[in-house]
Structures are given as structure tokens and as C-alpha cells.
């Protein structure tokens, strides 16, 4: 059973491009989480996607959009890269959003080391 | 709105000594509660969770009661090995499931 998985490792990027990144569920999960943890810090909620809406969003500017598909992976795409963005990106994965309650347990994949220049 | 405050580290112990990693709550409604650890290097892995008031979540000899009354679920393990040392990290969920999460400790445990 594959657990949640995140490409690429590791990505190295200059202020203003623009980057996507990909995550690929738990096997039997439906929704997808995508957080930002800066060095040293708690991660931070960027937005949740289920049956390929963005179903909630945190407190993060429009430059951050991200996409989920019919088999349930999802990409975090930034554009106009800065500084700020340097962080680790990381996918969560948890099923049924519908009848969803506190209780279950989100499973997280190895994040995406993203480095701004 | 939810938060979640940790206490601070880092934190230093000798192999074998206890630990106890403090963690509050402000919520509202009725919020799960988590642990979660980060090995270096590593995504994170749940470490336990507590879903009501009194449950008592424990993994890998790290235990954790839900306490309402006092807004709290500390992390606790009775002896400590150098593998445990880690980031770990509290946090809650309602119902909307979006974690909140406390800013991590950092535990290093020498031999």
C-alpha cells in the first residue's frame, strides 16, 4: 500500500518563476492538504482540495493555486516566485470529506524542498 | 480562532530520563488532538492522537491525555532513547479537518 507521495525531493528556483508541485494520495484517500513549513516553524495550511475543488484556504496570496485530478493526485503551482517562499511543501492525504469528522488522521508525504535564489 | 501553543525548545536529555513536551489548546467545539514527529530529514509521521475528552493516545511508549478541563495535552515518555530524538509537534482538527499546529520542539537525547 503506497503511502502519500511528493516529487520532485528537492527544487531550486530564482525569484519570479514559477513552480509546480505534485503530490499523489494514500491509496483510498479522496482529499488532499497541502501545507508550507518554513525552517524552524510549525507548518502552515495553504488549501485543501476534494472532488477537485478547493474546498478551504489559508492565509496565503493568490500567487499559490493549486489543481487536483480524477484519479485524486494534486499540484501546488507558485507563481512570481520570492524569497519568502523558500520552505518545505508538504502533502496531506485523508479520505472522504463527506461526513468527514475531527478524528481522522491526515497522512503526510516527504515534502518538496523548495529553494528560492 | 483555534490555536495551539508548545512549549519551546530545544530540549536536551540523557538517555533513559523523562520526558514531558507541554502543549495547550484554544478551540472551538470539539477538536481532535494530535502529535506528530519529524525525524530529521523526514516528513512527518503521526505519533498518537485523542479524539475526546479524557482519551489517552499512546504509541511507541509516548502517551498523551486529552484534557479539557484544562485545555492540554501533554506528551510524556517515561524513559528516552537517542532514536527519539526528533521535532515534535502538537496540533489540533475540527471538523473542517485543516490541522492548526503548535511551532515544534525540538528534542535531542545523548547517550
Known amino acids: 500500500d503506497a503511502g502519500v507521495t511528493q516529487s520532485p525531493t528537492h527544487l531550486i528556483k530564482t525569484r519570479g518563476q514559477q513552480v509546480t508541485l505534485r503530490c499523489s494520495p494514500k491509496s483510498g484517500h479522496d482529499t488532499v492538504s497541502w501545507y508550507q513549513q518554513a525552517l524552524g516553524q510549525g507548518p502552515q495550511f495553504i488549501f485543501q482540495?476534494?472532488?477537485?475543488?478547493?474546498?478551504q484556504r489559508g492565509n496565503f496570496p493568490d500567487r499559490f493555486s493549486g489543481h487536483q485530478f480524477p484519479n485524486y493526485s494534486s499540484e501546488l503551482n507558485v507563481n512570481a516566485l520570492l524569497l519568502g517562499d523558500s520552505a518545505l511543501y508538504l502533502c496531506a492525504s485523508i479520505s472522504g470529506l463527506a461526513g468527514a469528522t475531527s478524528t481522522d488522521t491526515q497522512y503526510f508525504g516527504p515534502g518538496t524542498r523548495l529553494t528560492v535564489l | 480562532g483555534n490555536s495551539v501553543t508548545q512549549m519551546e525548545g530545544p530540549v536536551t536529555l540523557s538517555e533513559e530520563a523523562f520526558l514531558t513536551i507541554n502543549c495547550t489548546y484554544t478551540a472551538t467545539g470539539y477538536p481532535s488532538l494530535f502529535w506528530y514527529v519529524q525525524y530529521p530529514g523526514e516528513g512527518l509521521q503521526l505519533l498518537l492522537k485523542?479524539?475526546?475528552a479524557d482519551d489517552k493516545g499512546s504509541n511507541k511508549g509516548f502517551e498523551a491525555t486529552y484534557r479539557k478541563e484544562t485545555t492540554s495535552f501533554h506528551l510524556e515518555k517515561g524513559s528516552v532513547q537517542v532514536s527519539d530524538s526528533a521535532v515534535y509537534f502538537c496540533a489540533l482538527a475540527g471538523n473542517n479537518r485543516k490541522l492548526i499546529w503548535g511551532l515544534g520542539t525540538s528534542l535531542a537525547v545523548n547517550p
Open positions: 485523542a479524539t475526546k
Open positions: 482540495y476534494y472532488e477537485e475543488e478547493e474546498r
